[in-house]
């Protein structure tokens, strides 16, 4: 399925959770995740399954004003 | 310089610092955390940004300051909308763990100016879903108590646009939006020097947030060590009663007894 992700289309195996994908891009950092433009808490990323089409933003922390 | 600890409240939290530093701009983690150290400040902003996906992970800069010393502030820089000001707010949320946030809606990339729309739009839904709002606006007394009016736990006018290190470009609105606020008073962005934060403090701001000035120093350590002397001074010269400005000169040293080979003088 293609999912867009962080504004890039990507492509992924299915079924797959957040959690599954984070371990996928091997992130490791702290991260938070939105699947079209709602938060996906914390606690529900492993069973977050994503679905074809999705819009995923993976965001973590950065230097800033 | 006598310290005076004289605390002060921001929604759920205390702070006796009344510097707020950024953590942008910074040639290394390291240098950072010596100018957050000689900054003294207890809060410390941040940004919200996409995982670099494609690269090589770098070190994240949550290493590198201590969350049992620095309370983090997220901010929403960078948005230019308030639904992406939202978003970002959330996020900053769900990443750290914390109820308040920095809101900043920018009109465009040139001026960096807020957007007073988007800016109160989107203090409006944020107050609503539970978020301390310290809300970035520009020096518009006007301006200042609708935010404030919205619910914004803080009001940040700019001292000059982001990044400018211009100083209290305004002091007379500063000074307006100071005398009908009811809730503190940050002055946020564009300071340049340590004299710049004193005028804001002198002014009788609660604080002041600043990044650049510090940051792009050539010696970021030595100014972040300025820059909190020069938070002290201002708090402590405004409340001390300066002397009203006068137009001619008044002697210190007393005229009785001066010697003088004028008769009758």
């Given at each position: 399925?293609?999912?867009?992700?962080?504004?890039?289309?990507?492509?992924?195996?299915?079924?797959?959770?957040?959690?599954?994908?984070?371990?996928?891009?091997?992130?490791?950092?702290?991260?938070?995740?939105?699947?079209?433009?709602?938060?996906?808490?914390?606690?529900?990323?492993?069973?977050?399954?994503?679905?074809?089409?999705?819009?995923?933003?993976?965001?973590?922390?950065?230097?800033?004003? | 310089?006598?310290?005076?600890?004289?605390?002060?409240?921001?929604?759920?939290?205390?702070?006796?610092?009344?510097?707020?530093?950024?953590?942008?701009?910074?040639?290394?983690?390291?240098?950072?955390?010596?100018?957050?150290?000689?900054?003294?400040?207890?809060?410390?902003?941040?940004?919200?940004?996409?995982?670099?996906l494609y690269d090589d992970q770098e070190r994240n800069i949550l290493d590198f300051i201590d969350r049992?010393?620095?309370?983090?502030?997220?901010?929403?820089?960078?948005?230019?909308?308030?639904?992406?000001?939202?978003?970002?707010?959330?996020?900053?949320?769900?990443?750290?763990?914390?109820?308040?946030?920095?809101?900043?809606?920018l009109a465009d990339k040139q001026t960096l100016l807020p957007d007073p729309k988007g800016t109160l739009?989107?203090?409006?839904?944020?107050?609503?879903?539970?978020?301390?709002?310290?809300?970035?606006?520009?020096?518009?007394?006007?301006?200042?108590?609708?935010?404030?009016?919205?619910?914004?736990?803080?009001?940040?006018?700019?001292?000059?646009?982001?990044?400018?290190?211009?100083?209290?470009?305004?002091?007379?609105?500063?000074?307006?939006?100071?005398?009908?606020?009811?809730?503190?008073?940050?002055?946020?962005?564009?300071?340049?020097?340590?004299?710049?934060?004193?005028?804001?403090?002198?002014?009788?701001?609660?604080?002041?947030?600043?990044?650049?000035?510090?940051?792009?120093a050539q010696d970021p350590v030595r100014m972040a060590t300025a820059m909190k002397h020069a938070i002290?001074?201002?708090?402590?010269?405004?409340?001390?009663?300066?002397?009203?400005?006068?137009?001619?000169?008044?002697?210190?040293?007393?005229?009785?007894?001066?010697?003088?080979?004028?008769?009758?003088?």
């Amino acid at each position: 399925m293609i999912i867009n992700l962080n504004g890039q289309s990507k492509e992924l195996t299915e079924p797959i959770t957040v959690t599954e994908l984070i371990e996928q891009l091997n992130l490791k950092g702290p991260l938070a995740v939105e699947i079209n433009k709602m938060i996906c808490p914390k606690a529900s990323h492993h069973e977050t399954q994503i679905k074809p089409g999705d819009t995923l933003e993976i965001v973590t922390i950065v230097g800033g004003g | 310089m006598i310290a005076e600890q004289n605390t002060f409240k921001l929604g759920p939290y205390e702070f006796s610092s009344r510097l707020f530093v950024g953590t942008g701009k910074y040639e290394t983690f390291e240098l950072m955390q010596q100018a957050l150290e000689a900054s003294g400040a207890e809060v410390v902003t941040v940004a919200v940004r996409r995982e670099r996906l494609y690269d090589d992970q770098e070190r994240n800069i949550l290493d590198f300051i201590d969350r049992d010393r620095y309370t983090l502030l997220p901010n929403t820089a960078g948005c230019f909308n308030a639904e992406d000001a939202i978003r970002c707010a959330r996020l900053g949320r769900e990443l750290l763990e914390v109820e308040w946030v920095k809101l900043e809606v920018l009109a465009d990339k040139q001026t960096l100016l807020p957007d007073p729309k988007g800016t109160l739009e989107a203090t409006e839904t944020l107050v609503k879903e539970g978020f301390t709002v310290l809300v970035y606006t520009n020096d518009d007394p006007v301006m200042a108590k609708h935010l404030e009016e919205a619910g914004a736990t803080s009001v940040m006018p700019a001292a000059a646009p982001i990044g400018s290190g211009q100083g209290v470009l305004n002091p007379n609105n500063i000074r307006i939006i100071l005398e009908r606020a009811n809730v503190p008073i940050i002055v946020d962005a564009g300071v340049g020097t340590a004299s710049d934060v004193t005028v804001a403090m002198e002014l009788g701001a609660e604080g002041v947030l600043l990044n650049t000035g510090i940051a792009c120093a050539q010696d970021p350590v030595r100014m972040a060590t300025a820059m909190k002397h020069a938070i002290e001074a201002g708090y402590l010269a405004y409340r001390s009663g300066r002397i009203p400005k006068k137009l001619y000169a008044t002697a210190s040293s007393p005229w009785e007894g001066t010697i003088t080979s004028h008769a009758g003088s």
